[in-house]
């Protein structure tokens, strides 16, 4: 098992035959060769995200974005 963060690398893995890969649909478009691509369909799947920022930053337009996102989410507003 690996865990990378980097798409190319992980298509680069199962180019390499070193397994298969759960990869976004997008990463189907960047010309790879060497690797087959199958679409699964709908999972209803999550995929974990995370927002940052500049600590003490006073950027309006970032504590905009970033009340919008905890109010899209249901999240109790978190410490400008």
């Known amino acids: 098992v690996h865990d990378l963060r980097n798409w190319l690398s992980v298509m680069a893995l199962v180019a390499q035959d070193q397994g298969v890969a759960l990869v976004p649909e997008a990463a ?3 010309g790879f ?3 087959s691509f199958v679409n699964i369909g709908e999972l209803n799947a999550r995929h974990e995200v995370q927002c940052i920022w500049l600590q003490d930053s006073d950027d309006a337009p970032m504590q905009l974005l970033l009340k919008a996102v905890c109010s899209h989410f ?3 507003s978190v410490h400008l």
Do not use: A, E, I, M
Request: hydrophobic share 20%; aromatic share 0%; glycine share 22%.
């Open 28 to 30: 189907s478009r960047t």
């Open 33 to 35: 060769t060497g690797v």
């Open 74 to 76: 249901g999240l109790n």
